[in-house]
């Protein structure tokens, strides 16, 4: 019999500092039930405590059809008795969902159960904040993007549009806990960046505390046999995308890769990070570039990874970017080698979004 994803666990975790956290994040292999589970949590939050919750998606056009989208699945699993419909407010900037009790037949009242909004309406969300005032919990599904597609200044926008949720009610800042789910995509994401989740996370990992949250690393083993043994999944069985679907390998990204090539390198920059410099060399014919703690102080072009690392010898990332950009598609072709963790932790820094 399949097992499914439970987040029981992720749930009674607390914080690197012993506080109950307000971000859980979780990320499994495809098909593991994450989704399944999480919008069920919610849902049945709203049924038996009146606890209302709100979703979250990156742009406006994903609000489409977002009560099928949120219900389908779970709809016929677990509340068969209960309708979700959808409604535009404020001109379709954000939707408010409303739930029906189909036993009570045609006399069945719609009553509200929670909103959809997108982070890139951070704006509106702001603007309509006092509506959000009854949100108990939000839940944020695929955080991490396959493509690579996030709001410009995504982060921002996700404090932003937390903040205008989590007032009201006598409060400047309520406890407004988001459930944040995704397959593994990339370690360089915004949110694993922002929370210096990159450098921290292993492949053996499975539960990571921070301050103020707690991150779930899960591999359901009965979603990935599913995926394996599936014919139109064994047609493509040698292809990257299938270790991310079916065994939870990161999709952008390669191993730690921490090793010295070997051959002929030419020297390309010098980047400074937390008041150390390192040295990027590009090994041609291997298609690899290096980075190492041996840097030439006599090459001129020098990046300074923050501002505290800025001086006169050294140009800001921001004028950089189509250096960044190429060192970000290096990285997540699996073509960057490190002397050591230190020196990943500086590239990490210097591609994030």
């Known amino acids: 019999m399949p097992i499914y994803y439970d987040g029981t666990k992720l749930l009674s975790l607390n914080d690197l500092n012993g506080n109950k956290p307000e971000i859980y994040m979780c990320t499994t292999n495809r098909t593991g039930g994450k989704t399944v589970w999480w919008n069920s ?17 990156r742009f406006n056009n994903e609000l489409n059809s977002v009560a099928e989208k949120f219900f389908k699945d779970i709809n016929g699993l677990f509340f068969p008795e209960y ?33 959809a909004i997108s982070l890139n309406n951070a704006d509106a969300v702001k603007r309509n904040s006092h509506m959000f005032s009854d949100v108990q919990r939000c839940v944020f599904d695929e955080f991490q993007s396959e493509s690579n597609k996030y709001c410009t200044d995504e982060i921002e926008k996700f404090i932003s549009v937390h903040i205008s949720i989590a007032r009201g009610q006598g409060n400047q800042a309520r406890y407004v806990p988001v459930y944040m789910i995704s ?9 694993y960046t922002a929370m210096g989740i990159s450098t ?11 301050d103020g949250w707690v991150l779930e690393q899960g591999y359901v083993e009965s979603a990935a046999r599913a995926q394996e043994s599936s014919a139109f999944n ?25 090793e010295k090539p070997k051959g002929n390198s030419r020297y390309i920059g010098t980047i400074k990070y937390k008041g150390r410099e390192y040295g990027l060399r590009e090994f041609a014919d291997l298609g690899i570039i290096y980075c190492d703690d041996r840097p030439d102080t006599k090459f001129k072009y020098k990046l300074a990874v923050t501002t505290d690392d800025h001086d006169i010898n050294y ?19 699996g073509s960057f080698r490190f002397k050591d963790l230190m020196c990943k932790d500086a590239i990490l820094k210097m591609i994030s979004f």
């Open 41 to 57: 949590f919610v849902f049945r939050k709203y049924i038996t405590k009146n606890e209302k919750f709100c979703l979250f998606y």
């Open 83 to 115: 309708m979700v419909k959808a409604e535009r407010r404020d001109y379709g900037s954000y939707m408010e969902l409303y739930c029906y009790n189909i036993r009570e037949g045609e006399e069945a009242v719609g009553r509200s159960c929670g909103y």
């Open 183 to 191: 397959n593994p995509v990339s370690l360089i994401n915004p949110y």
């Open 200 to 210: 921290r996370l292993k492949a053996d990992t499975k539960f990571l505390r921070g």
């Open 234 to 258: 064994r047609a493509f069985a040698t292809h990257e995308y299938m270790n991310y679907a079916s065994q939870a390998v990161y999709l952008n990204d390669s191993s730690a890769f921490i």
């Open 315 to 333: 140009v800001m990332l921001k004028k950089n970017e189509v250096f960044v950009w190429n060192m970000r598609f290096f990285f997540q072709k």
